[in-house]
């Protein structure tokens, strides 16, 4: 073989290894259809799903799980006596769900269940729904499940519910009985305390019948737009107590949220490629103006992610007031709204940065926090300094000033540890967010700032759609850079090592620099 010949087959293997980081990679696919039909006043539903599942695996499944979110919700749940007995419990839940009376609670009760048109038997244990299959999935068979529940919205302590402390009316966020997601580890049944989550990758048909004053807003695009009104085309509809049937769309997702309330404003941004961010908030006069000024900034911040990330793959985004603070959804987040500008543009650049680390590139959040929050936070500070013209130099700094707290705190764990088994939300709360985002930022001082700039190219394109892992990210890290890091990601994400800094010289110039951040032993 020639040395040109050598040369290009070097070349086409280098290549072939980068896009194909793990050739024997797969995933499981399902495909929801659910019709919903919402009693606003009871803040009570109704629904009917079917779901197609896809086996992928070249395993046989024997069973199958799935989310019962809402259950968590209920006193004496797993979330209730957790936030009652850990000693820096979230106030946002802390003595909340126990107070929480009948027809306050959130439930998910299911009333039938079949597979393949024969029925199955399930039992429910807290937030997790058992079912024994008659007929096991065999590799590359799909198998449709039908299901009839019934679901009431909790007062708004997490995440989820009705009538948050700013008055939006439904926050439907993890609302649905969701399949559990199984991969080569097995099933990741956790139960439900608030944190994290996992799903599995599909198209959701969904049809929300709800009453006709009622603006929807969701993660997916409107199919009838014309039908409805409520902002989503230029025909003006009348609001009515007449229940309409609004028919949402999303592919290529692992979830799927929305919220509604009688009040609120749609306005609508198109931006380059077709795409359009859709903002729907209160009509509160005290939160209007900060509204109409961030839409321009979400722009702004799209273009960026796009620029450095990868092209957003969805035909739109849409930012909704509601929830309890900023939480990522697929195609939207819910944040709340009274926020001062600066606040607002920051929680929508955190949030929106999502769609790239979490609601493209799926890690498993249970079990590796560290990457969608570490991720997220990196990047998403990056972003606001430019999208703000804050003129940080260092716009990371307070990561590593939150990190040295948790080192001299002594009460770090290692990165490993699962979400829901960290002993303190600080403890939990700095390694994910901070963490996090000083691996990406010792990472560019290891490798160079071009080199992680390619890398996480390079990781969005080969990894966009799937469920990747630390070492699925290393891999492409030291094919891009060329240096070995298996050293890096064990000691920062498996130990609680710190870094260990030293000057190598000292040079006097004519304009000294303060260094941007402390230095940890």
């Known amino acids: 073989m020639s040395k040109n010949y050598l ?51 070249p395993d046989t499944i024997q069973q199958v799980f799935y989310h019962l979110y809402f259950n968590a919700f209920q006193p004496d749940s797993e979330m209730d006596i ?32 079949s597979q393949n048109d024969q029925n199955v038997t399930y039992k429910v244990a807290g937030t997790i729904l058992q079912v024994a299959l008659k007929n096991p999935i065999l590799p590359g068979q799909t198998s449709v499940f039908k299901m009839d529940f019934d679901g009431q919205v909790p007062i708004q302590i997490r995440r989820s519910g009705r009538n948050n402390a700013e008055d939006v009316a439904f926050s439907m966020t993890q609302w649905y009985p969701k399949l559990a997601e199984y991969d080569v580890e097995g099933w990741h049944a956790d139960p439900y305390i608030g944190r994290e989550f996992h799903g599995v990758w599909g198209n959701y048909d969904v049809h929300i019948k709800i009453n006709g004053n009622y603006t929807v ?96 793959p969805y035909p739109q985004y849409s930012v909704i007031q509601g929830g309890d603070g900023g939480m990522e959804y697929a195609m939207c987040t819910l ?12 929680v929508t650049a955190h949030e929106m940065a999502h769609a790239w680390f979490q609601h493209i590139l799926a890690t498993n959040e249970s079990k590796n926090e560290w990457m969608d929050e570490g991720f997220t936070t990196y990047i998403s500070n990056l972003a606001e300094n430019e999208v703000m013209q804050n003129g940080q130099r260092f716009p990371n700094e307070g990561s590593y000033k939150s990190y040295q707290k948790l080192v001299e705190s002594g009460l770090e764990q290692p990165q490993t540890t699962h979400a829901d088994r960290y002993r303190l939300n600080f403890s939990y709360g700095i390694s994910a967010y901070s963490k996090g985002a000083i691996f990406m ?7 160079g700032q071009q080199n992680l700039e390619k890398t996480i190219k390079e990781y969005y394109k080969h990894w966009k759609f799937k469920h990747p892992n630390p070492n699925d990210f290393k891999r492409i890290t030291e094919k891009v850079s060329g240096i070995q890091l298996d050293w890096y990601l064990t000691d920062w994400t498996k130990t609680t090592n710190t870094i260990d800094y030293a000057i190598a010289n000292v040079e006097k110039k004519k304009k000294q620099r303060k260094l941007p951040y402390n230095v940890l032993g």
């Open 7 to 57: 040369l290009v087959f070097a070349l086409l293997s280098s290549l072939i290894g980068l896009a194909q980081p793990n050739p024997s990679y797969w995933q499981q696919q399902a495909d929801y259809k659910m019709d919903i039909d919402v009693n606003v006043k009871k803040f009570t539903f109704k629904g009917k799903q079917t779901l197609t599942y896809t086996n992928n695996s």
């Open 82 to 113: 957790r936030n009652q007995n850990l000693k820096d419990s979230d106030k946002r839940v802390k003595g909340r769900i126990e107070k929480l009376k009948p027809n306050q609670i959130g439930f998910l009760k299911v009333n039938s269940l």
């Open 217 to 312: 807003a969701s993660s997916g695009v409107l199919q009838n737009p014309e039908e409805i009104g409520h902002g989503y085309s230029t025909s003006a509809k009348a609001k009515s107590d007449k229940n309409l049937n609004w028919h949402f769309v999303a592919n290529n997702v692992h979830d799927f949220a929305w919220a509604a309330d009688p009040e609120y404003i749609h306005d609508v941004l198109a931006v380059d490629g077709g795409k359009k961010l859709h903002f729907f908030y209160k009509n509160n006069p005290d939160i209007i103006d900060n509204w109409k000024r961030l839409q321009p900034k979400t722009k702004e911040l799209l273009e960026y992610y796009e620029t450095h990330i990868g092209p957003y």
């Open 335 to 346: 944040i709340t709204g009274h926020r001062k500008f600066g606040s607002l543009v920051g």
């Open 441 to 447: 930022e010792q990472l560019g001082y290891i490798i």
